[in-house]
């Protein structure tokens, strides 16, 4: 069964450092890998998507990297703002489920001014 | 605790049908629950907003009337593709949350539908 666990589960910093969120998957036959953002009341927003061929997506301030046969990704925050408050969540696809996603715990991250 | 279920889990149907997904919050009451779907090689993309006893939001693009949202209760949504085609194939996932300040969600294991 994969299991996908999310480092840390909440971080607090002040605004303009670089942040890392991790994430790691016990099952590396993934399909895909993806990272959403989640605002308090909010459904998911889609930041990035890493097909399991990829090592890396970037978008804007945001990069995430997949290592796949080590089971980890992560997900790198330049110049953190206020904005970015929320929560991050890593998800994965296993190949051949139907597209089924399991998803880790999320970061919980706050980003003070 | 916090379980999502969904059913069915696998749905194929014929072009121009009427499916219906369910979504449950098993173990608790969700005032709000999200509907999502997701297209091959695509990242989940959300399709609307439940809220238990109200008129569901939906996100632009979204149609209203070809994606119809019921939110009867709190443990229960619902979600019917009326008059499905092969366009509307994909994989459908809610989330559930406690509200009342917990922003946590939880989901539910998806629904994958086929029109053919």
């Known amino acids: 069964k994969q299991e996908v666990t999310q480092i840390p589960a909440a971080l607090s910093v002040p605004e303009g450092e670089n942040l890392v969120l991790n994430c790691s998957f016990t099952d590396s036959a993934i399909y895909n890998l993806q990272w959403f953002r989640q605002d308090p009341g909010k459904g998911l927003t889609s930041l990035l998507l890493?097909?399991?061929?990829?090592r890396e997506q970037t978008s804007g301030r945001l990069n995430a990297s997949l290592d796949k046969s080590s089971g980890r990704s992560t997900l790198y925050i330049a110049a953190s703002q206020p904005g970015d408050s929320a929560t991050y969540l890593c998800a994965v696809i296993k190949n051949n489920a139907g597209n089924m996603l399991t998803f880790g715990g999320g970061t919980r991250l706050m980003v003070k001014p | 605790g916090a379980v999502v279920s969904q059913h069915p889990s696998w749905v194929i149907c014929k072009s121009g049908t009427s499916v219906k997904i369910e979504c449950r919050s098993l173990?608790?009451?969700?005032?709000?629950m999200f509907w999502y779907r997701q297209f091959p090689k695509q990242s989940l993309m959300l399709m609307a907003t439940?809220?238990?006893?109200?008129?569901?939001?939906?996100e632009q693009g979204v149609e209203k009337d070809k994606f119809l949202i019921n939110h009867a209760s709190l443990t229960l949504s619902t979600l019917t593709v009326t008059s499905a085609h092969p366009e509307d194939s994909s994989f459908y996932i809610c989330s559930a949350g406690f509200g009342a300040g917990d922003e946590t969600q939880y989901f539910g294991p998806g629904t994958r539908l086929l029109v053919l």
């Open positions: 439940s809220n238990e006893g109200s008129k569901a939001t939906y």
């Open positions: 890493i097909q399991s061929s990829q």
């Open positions: 173990d608790f009451q969700a005032t709000t």
